[in-house]
Structures are given as C-alpha cells and as structure tokens.
C-alpha cells in the first residue's frame, strides 16, 4: 500500500483501498465490533498507513457535542496559567474532553476577538481567566447559551459560574503581617495593571491606611519579570530611601527585586522585607525563601472542570460561585 496521498485522507480513500462501501468504514469507526474480523484488520492497517483523521465536523454541525472545552488564558509564558490548566485537564481528559486554549495578552478587546473564535468551533463550555469584558463579548456569552466559568478571581457580577479566591482580603493579610514585623515603609510592585493586580493593590492600601502609613505603588505596563522586579526595586531604593518592605503582584518581580538587592548590597530581610504572590517553585528554592500567597491553581482548574461537565451532564449546580481560599507562606524573606 502507498501512503501518498495529495489530499486529507477520506472515508472514501479507506474504502477504495480496502475494497469496501464507505459505509462499511464509517461503520467500523462507531464500533470496531460491528465489522468482520479480518476486514476490521484491513481497515485499521489502512488508516494507520494513509494516517486518517476523523472528523468531527458532521456532529458539530448536526449540533451534537463538540466535546471540546476553549480555554483563554491572558499568557502563555506565566507559570500560574500552565498550572491552571493541568488542573483543568485533569479532569476534562478522563471524562474525553478536548481542550482549546489561546491567550489575549491582558487585552479585552483581543480576549473578545479569541472568544468569537472558540465559538465559531462550537465548543462546548468556556473557561476565562478574567472577570472583565468587552460588552460584545458578554453580548456573545449570553447567546452562546454554554456554560462558562469564570477563574482566578471572584466577579461580583459572574457570567455564570466563578472558581478563584479573595485577592484583595489575601494582600491585605499579608502586608499586615508585614506591619507588626515592624516595617512601615512598604512600596507596592505592580505590573499589566489587570483586575488581580488591581484588587491586590486595594487590600494593600488598606492595610497600609487603617494603620496611618503612607501608600506607595510602582507600577509598569511592561509583562511581569525578573527583569521588570530589578527595575522598580533600582527606582523604589532611590525614590524610597528608608524603605524597609516591598511587595510584588507577583513572585516574578518579587525576585528580580531579590535579586538587585543582593547584588547592591541590600540584606534581606534585616533591611528590606520581600513578598510576591503565587508562592512559585523557585521562591521556594531560592535563599532567603519568597514569602508569598499561596494560589491553588490547580485546584482551582479542578473544581472550574468539574463545575462545567457537571452544567453540561444536566446536574443542577447548587454551588456556582467557588471561594477555593489562600494561604500564605511566611518565606524567610518576610523577617
């Protein structure tokens, strides 16, 4: 048998090659039993040889299942995603659901664009990694009539089921613990300005507010890095000279800062206390060790998985808004 073939291979290709009716291979793909033995064995070495492809078009356009899950996430180079989505396929690839990811960038009118593009494949559910869009795109959810879950944070207003955590009560925990290990001059790191940033930067400046000390936030519109966190740890320790604690939207800037720090001369934690958020391996692995929020990503992808196959089995769902917690991991790097 040649495996040349100058188009997608077809039901019909398997057919002529194999001797058979299309109907007969069509047959054998819904059930391998329904076919005699050794013509079940033709057709399997012919398909493995011209490398066919079901396809699932017939059942998306007949309005079956597509059993496929889109997923959008806002980047693809930041850990905390990846490990939301193991969490989410988890429980997606036992229960034979496909996923679709693509990634916006932090921009609403691209998570728009993306959105309308899963659609258009007729997925099956949606899992967003925002709470803020465009009006079309809401427009376009609320039309889709598929169930959509919402993660990382907790929307006032959900679409329509929500997994995450309480970002503002988690800051404000932290820079509290900050504030009775006696520091007073702490600097706020922020980076994309997204909802989670947001609303971390409002529970620090309430703890920093209820016990009478000044708010300062450095900010970039740059993605989060090491390199951003050397950055705005170079400008805090000019502009913020009795500056005795830092803490950073996120473990990337956290270290960067770590990082300029020792390479100044500054010590951690005696003159500068440093926090991030995330908890990440290599806050873990570094010395002194990252004081962080603990995120549950992956749990927090289980749980947004089960709620949509559970939506999409027909189960009633008597608990849509999922408040999945935090810890935080008192690093030496906190003092």
Do not use: W
Request: aromatic share 4%; charged share 20%; with cysteine.
């Amino acid at each position: 048998m040649s495996s040349t073939i100058k188009h997608r291979p077809t039901l019909t290709d398997i057919a002529e090659r194999v001797g058979v009716t299309k109907m007969t291979v069509s047959r054998y793909l819904r059930d391998s039993n329904s076919v005699a033995p050794a013509t079940r064995k033709k057709i399997a070495a012919v398909i493995d040889d011209i490398g066919y492809v079901p396809s699932r078009a017939p059942d998306i356009l007949s309005n079956r299942s597509s059993k496929a899950i889109g997923i959008l996430i806002p980047s693809l180079s930041n850990q905390v995603f990846a490990s939301l989505i193991q969490g989410v396929e988890s429980i997606t690839k036992p229960a034979g659901y496909q996923t679709l990811m693509t990634h916006y960038g932090y921009s609403p009118e691209e998570e728009e664009k993306k959105i309308i593009s899963l659609l258009s494949y007729h997925v099956d559910g949606l899992i967003l990694t925002e709470s803020i869009h465009t009006k079309r795109a809401l427009k376009m959810l609320a039309s889709a009539n598929i169930p959509v879950v919402e993660t990382i944070d907790l929307p006032e207003r959900p679409i329509d089921m929500a997994v995450g955590l309480d970002h503002r009560a988690a800051a404000y925990e932290l820079i509290s613990r900050m504030i009775q290990n006696g520091r007073r001059h702490i600097v706020y790191f922020a980076a994309r300005l997204d909802r989670r940033t947001q609303l971390r930067c409002e529970g620090y400046r309430q703890a920093m507010t209820e016990n009478g000390l000044a708010v300062h936030v450095l900010s970039t519109q740059e993605h989060s890095s090491f390199t951003q966190g050397r950055l705005l740890m170079t400008q805090a320790l000019v502009q913020y000279p009795e500056l005795d604690g830092v803490f950073c939207t996120n473990d990337d800037l956290a270290i960067g800062a770590m990082m300029l720090c020792q390479e100044v001369g500054v010590e951690i934690p005696m003159q500068v206390a440093i926090a991030g958020c995330n908890a990440l391996d290599i806050g873990k692995a570094i010395s002194p060790t990252l004081a962080s929020i603990e995120t549950p990503r992956e749990a927090m992808g289980r749980a947004a998985a089960t709620l949509l196959l559970a939506r999409l089995s027909g189960e009633v769902i008597k608990d849509p808004i999922q408040d999945v917690g935090y810890s935080i991991f008192a690093g030496k790097s906190l003092g």
